[in-house]
């Protein structure tokens, strides 16, 4: 036994050391870095990168490269709540007032919920709150979860098949190791259908962490229980909260945060205080530190 425990205690270590030379290696094949490109590209980041492409290095670059060229032209910190505040109007993404039980944002998706039809500005409106997700993770963490409500859900309201393949692209490729784990609650048939057609475009890795999940199923419900406490859980995910999304509320939430995001990358500047999510003449306060 304490062989055993010897031999694993090394395995980890040389595991450890084995990535701490990826990474000094991946930064040195990057080379100098400025900007944007030096802010994003954090120790954490290239980690995130190196494990998405099996800690090989020059597979971790080739992704982290593409991802700063998509940055650079898409530019996602640079967009703000009153440019896709349109968009969040019923709540169909948003994020949770809570975390789960290990710290991680959580956001809340309802396809039912779909309220425009323009793929590229509902795309604009998930970028931008995968960022606000990520400015919003607990200290030291680095994923997020997202729960997936299927009230209301037909192939009427859902996107097509072409924009959940551009949605996938960009999580995998330009959020790597973001996703932890989503649930998707007590979906439909119908959907299982749609799911069959676009699980084609996730990788191994991305398929394992989407879990259907049902009210009437005993592992389901204690899955939900090992990862949400289920006073903060929302009803409709089995949980006693009720799930109640505030658009003025929500805007101004995200007024405050776009502050922040302004602070973190260096950008003078405030975005425009909103009402019912759409922008006035005022400027929003700072946001009380605490």
């Known amino acids: 036994m304490f062989l ?33 490109s030096l802010k994003y590209c954090t120790d954490a980041c290239q980690r995130r990168y190196l494990e998405a492409r099996s800690w090989n290095v020059d597979k971790a670059k080739k992704m982290l490269k593409e991802t700063l060229e998509w940055r650079s032209t898409y530019k996602p910190e640079e967009i703000r709540w009153t440019e896709v505040a349109h968009e969040g109007e019923t709540g169909k ?13 959580v956001l809340i998706m309802r396809p039912g919920m779909q309220n425009t039809t323009s793929a590229e500005n509902n ?12 400015l919003n993770l607990s200290e030291g963490q680095e994923q997020m979860s997202w729960l997936i409500d299927f009230t209301g ?14 949605i996938i692209h960009i999580l995998q490729n330009h959020y790597p190791e973001r996703l932890a784990i989503s649930f998707l609650y007590n979906p439909p048939r119908i959907f299982q259908a749609f799911y069959k057609a676009v699980k084609f475009f996730l990788d191994p890795k991305t ?3 989407v879990k259907f999940v049902y009210p009437n199923n005993n592992d389901s419900v204690e899955l939900m229980k090992s990862l949400f406490d289920i006073d903060n859980l929302p ?17 101004r939430l995200m007024n405050e945060d776009d502050v922040k995001t302004a602070k973190f990358w260096g950008f003078d500047e405030k975005p425009f205080h909103t009402k019912n999510g759409h922008s006035g003449a005022e400027v929003a306060p700072e946001p009380i530190a605490g």
């Open 123 to 134: 795309i604009k409106h998930l970028v931008y709150l995968l960022e606000n997700a990520i």
């Open 153 to 166: 859900f037909s192939l009427s309201t859902n996107v097509s098949i072409k924009t959940a393949r551009d």
């Open 235 to 251: 009803s409709e995910f089995g949980g006693k909260a009720n799930l109640n999304y505030d658009h003025e509320e929500f805007s």
């Open 207 to 209: 398929a394992q962490k």
């Open 93 to 105: 993404v948003w994020r949770a007032n809570f975390h789960d039980r290990l710290g991680r944002t």
């Open 4 to 36: 055993l425990r010897r031999q694993t205690q090394n395995k980890n270590e040389n595991d450890s050391s084995t990535q701490d030379a990826k990474l000094d290696e991946l930064r040195a094949a990057l080379g100098p870095l400025t900007g944007h």
